[in-house]
Structure formats: structure tokens, C-alpha cells
């Protein structure tokens, strides 16, 4: 979409705002000011089409665009300002925040990483399913309807040398079969590393790696100061 420059706001600020548009943004209505009112594309580098109660006008690449509230694809998104008439940017994964917030934030609902790094040792003799550790390892993020990464790593064992299973779970919905996503079977110490991609609706989500043995007793190995056990969730932009 072209360009938007907006008055009186720091450029790393329009940026932020014009990557948010450009991500968010095929049609904006001024609902506040006139619902009949929609401003679109009006071809590559062309700027802005207006269309207001049957009436249409473009708006070019440079020129500066007002309105007390702009409506981003719905009514949970938008572009106002707060009482200091700063701009300021709602939407349902960032909450208000300035457009000087935005852009030392690196943007609304941006590339998000959680990461839990723990350094104890982790076992089970479950034949069923169970979380690894449901609060140590355990990320709950907000996503916007994107890609996510899940990555478990660390260093696995098995005493019997028997097979042990493990998985994510996704809001307590395993992504794997009967067989989990991966499967290992040593009774030797081995690194061990396990990824997951998925694409998830918009809102929060819990996400938490699981694991069972048919026999034996696992372990997931994290010494302090040499190798720890690493459960990371990225959403994908």
C-alpha cells in the first residue's frame, strides 16, 4: 500500500505505522467520522483512493492524511489519539501503544520469541502422556493468526534403552500421533532436539512439550553451566 506520512511524528514511527498498514491493511474506514467513507489503494505508488457518500478523490504518495479515529480492517484495530494527542495504536495483541512505543518495540504484534532456559534434570516412568514439567516448561503466547515455531533441546537417556516418545501440546492438544512427534531409544547420554511449525488462530495459547517411555525411566539433562534444557515458541512474521 502507498505510503502513509502522518504530521508531527518521528520517522522511525511512520515506519513502524506503514509496515503495520502495509501488513494489516486493504481497506480503512473513518467509522468516526463518516461511515460511508473508505480509503483503498489506488494502484502501486498511486497513494490513496477516497470514496465518501458517492464522491471520490485520490490522495497522493506525499501528502498527509487526518482523522480522529482510522478503523483497521475491524473495530478492535485502529488509530486514535490519547490525551496528550499523541497517535496511538489499538489492536487486540499490543494492547494501545504510541507510535514512539511501536517503533522501539519493533511494531504492533511484531516477530514475538519466549524462551525458558532451565538447567535441572527432568524424568519420568510414565507410559501415558504427561508435560515434562507443566510450570517450568510452559509458554503462553498471544498470537496473530501466524506460523509458529516450537523447539524443545537438551540431552535424553533412556535406562532400559528403551523407547521414549515425546510431543507439544498446544493448548493441551497434542500435534503428533499415537507415536508422538519423535521417538528415541538410548541408554547413552545423546543431544536431543525436537521442532514443531504450525499455523494458530488469533488469540493467547499455551504451548508445553510432553513425553512418555514404554519402559525404563527418561531423562531430559540440564547441567548448570554446560548444557541446559531449552523450550523456545517463535511466532513466525
Not at 494501545?96 to 532451565?118: P, S
Not at 519420568?124 to 516450537?150: A, K, P
Not at 492438544?173 to 488462530?201: D, P
Amino acid at each position: 500500500m502507498g505510503q502513509l506520512r502522518l504530521a508531527g511524528e518521528i520517522a522511525a514511527a511512520i515506519d513502524t505505522l506503514n509496515g503495520v498498514i502495509n501488513r494489516w491493511l486493504r481497506q480503512v474506514q473513518a467509522d468516526d467520522v463518516d461511515p460511508a467513507l473508505h480509503i483503498t489503494q489506488a494502484g502501486s505508488g498511486e497513494g490513496l483512493r477516497v470514496d465518501a457518500g458517492g464522491d471520490a478523490f485520490r490522495v497522493g504518495p506525499g501528502a498527509i492524511a487526518r482523522a480522529p479515529r482510522l478503523e483497521l480492517d475491524d473495530v478492535s484495530t485502529y488509530l486514535d489519539r490519547d490525551a496528550s494527542n499523541n497517535l496511538t495504536l489499538t489492536d487486540a495483541v499490543t494492547g494501545t501503544k504510541t507510535l514512539a512505543e511501536l517503533a522501539a518495540g519493533g511494531g504492533g504484534g511484531g516477530h514475538q520469541i519466549q524462551r525458558v532456559v532451565r538447567w535441572y534434570n527432568y524424568f519420568t516412568t510414565s507410559t501415558e502422556w504427561v508435560d515434562i514439567h507443566s510450570t517450568d516448561l510452559s509458554i503462553t503466547m498471544t498470537t496473530e493468526n501466524s506460523w509458529v515455531r516450537i523447539t524443545l533441546q537438551g540431552n535424553a537417556y533412556n535406562t532400559a534403552n528403551d523407547f521414549t516418545r515425546f510431543d507439544f501440546t498446544i493448548d493441551g492438544s497434542r500435534q503428533g500421533g499415537g507415536f508422538g512427534l519423535i521417538t528415541e531409544k538410548s541408554n547413552f547420554v545423546h543431544g536431543f532436539h525436537m521442532v514443531w511449525e504450525v499455523q494458530l488462530s488469533s488469540g493467547p495459547h499455551t504451548f508445553r512439550p510432553q513425553w512418555k517411555v514404554l519402559s525404563g525411566t527418561a531423562y531430559l539433562l540440564g547441567s548448570t553451566g554446560s548444557y541446559p534444557v531449552l523450550f523456545v515458541v517463535e511466532e513466525l512474521k
